[in-house]
């Protein structure tokens, strides 16, 4: 059965509710059987049907289009190579306007998938509505729902440059952010960086097992506001960051050595078979327990099933990444020949290092582009999108609206 046929089946009839978090081995094996593509495209797909307006890939629309001042549809964007493929999901309007502004297309960090943007989807799907645009979500090329091809670099180790080249194309050749932006600058309109990767210098503070450890940081309102990231929010959350490095384990050095040798943190969770569910559920519980008993169980479902499907793109990690999170080529030192308006957004609590956005900024504003801006989301850290959504999605809807010029495409990442 083809995966449209699939999901077609899944359509008609209501979807069951995600599994719960499996806290025993024989919870945790069955788990395990059950994860495939079928069970990974209704965990999406369970996250997806949160909007009223989502409609089911193969099923008749239950409501007519003008019903609505959008549509949402999931689909498989097919690439040159046949085996090649994107999974996207797509916000369209029913009443396109002819001044509309340009398209906005989120695509999400590594190793997850566009799901993680759930809680931001009504917002800018409101946003698509009221302009006559359209928003666009996209998993990377081996991540996420999108095929999982065979990634490998020729280059040798010590040519970084090569290395790092090799591991860009992979994604550009399909779509990616900064470095899309870097080698098609006229096709993008702005940026819009949320806790990004890559873009200071080594040594910096980042802190990337933290993703690991930390629980979800709570206590969001409605009240919340992005705050601009003064040099003093940026100091405190360096300071924070130095803190927990000065903690971290020995256990560091077999990471590191895990991480030059090309292994994956996913990898890691496959190798374990049964046992990976009960990984993942740990990493689930601590990480979303800000949200709802029944959201947390669907985010779970939908890491489990993308964790556990082929390896492909994330072995791009050690090529396009030192151990730390250290950018091999890093970002603030080619990011000036934008010409573009750039935001970068950092949670207060954030395990990255803001210093790379800090200096970016100034860059660009030395390159004559002061159209650089840079954010603190409180009670947010590196999810910014899932810790604080009516804070995020505030300013996303505010740096869509940043005039920008026209006739090109807004990114977030």
């Known amino acids: 059965m083809s995966e449209s046929a ?3 089946d899944t359509s ?11 806290s025993t081995f024989i919870a945790s094996v069955k788990s395990w059987w059950a994860a495939g593509d079928k069970e990974s495209a209704s965990s999406e797909e369970r996250l997806l049907r949160k909007l009223p307006y989502f409609r089911s890939a193969g099923s008749p629309p239950t409501t007519p289009d003008h019903a609505s001042p959008v549509i949402a549809q999931s689909s498989r964007v097919e690439l040159n190579d046949p085996k090649h493929y994107l999974n996207t999901f797509a916000i369209t309007p029913t009443a396109p306007s002819p001044e509309a502004p340009p398209a906005a297309v989120l695509l999400h960090g590594y190793g997850a998938g566009l799901g993680f943007f759930f809680q931001n989807f009504p917002a800018l799907g409101k946003w698509a509505g009221k302009r006559g645009t359209s928003v666009y979500a996209v998993d990377w090329l ?24 090799e591991a860009e194309s992979f994604f550009v050749d399909s779509l990616e952010d900064v470095a899309y932006a870097l080698r098609y600058p006229t096709r993008v309109n702005k940026l ?33 506001s992005p705050e601009p990231a003064d040099s003093k929010r940026v100091e405190d959350l360096r300071s ?38 009960m990984l993942v559920g740990k990493y689930s519980s601590r990480r979303f327990i800000g949200l709802s008993e029944e959201d947390t169980r669907a985010m779970h479902d939908y890491i489990l099933n993308i964790t556990l499907a082929k390896g492909s793109g994330e072995y791009c990690i050690s090529h ?19 010409k573009i308006p750039i935001t970068f957004v950092y949670g207060d609590h954030d ?21 650089g801006r840079m954010y603190m989301i409180p009670h947010a850290g590196h999810h910014v999108y899932l810790d604080n959504p009516k804070a995020m999605n505030d300013l996303l809807v505010k740096e869509l609206d940043r005039p920008a010029g026209s006739g090109r495409t807004s990114y977030a990442a």
């Open 6 to 8: 699939a999901l077609g």
């Open 12 to 22: 008609v009839l209501p979807l069951p509710p995600a599994r719960e978090i499996p």
């Open 142 to 165: 081996g991540m996420g729902r999108s095929a999982r091809v065979p990634f490998q670099v020729k280059a040798k180790r010590e040519d970084i440059d090569g290395r790092v080249r």
């Open 192 to 224: 819009i960086l949320l806790s990004p990767a890559g873009i200071p210098r080594d040594p910096n503070s980042s802190v990337p097992s933290r993703e690991l450890t930390d629980s979800q940081e709570t206590g969001a309102s409605g009240h919340d």
């Open 240 to 277: 924070s960051q130095q803190d927990a490095q000065r903690r971290e384990s020995r256990g560091r050095k077999v990471l590191t050595y895990l991480w030059e040798q090309g292994w994956s943190p996913f990898q890691v969770v496959r190798s374990t078979m049964f046992w990976g569910p």
């Open 320 to 338: 396009l990444l030192a151990p730390g999170a250290h950018a091999r080529r890093p970002m603030v030192d080619r990011i000036a020949a934008l």
């Open 351 to 371: 395990w990255m290092d803001p210093e790379g956005g800090k200096e970016s900024v100034e860059r660009l504003r030395q390159a004559g582009n002061g159209l």
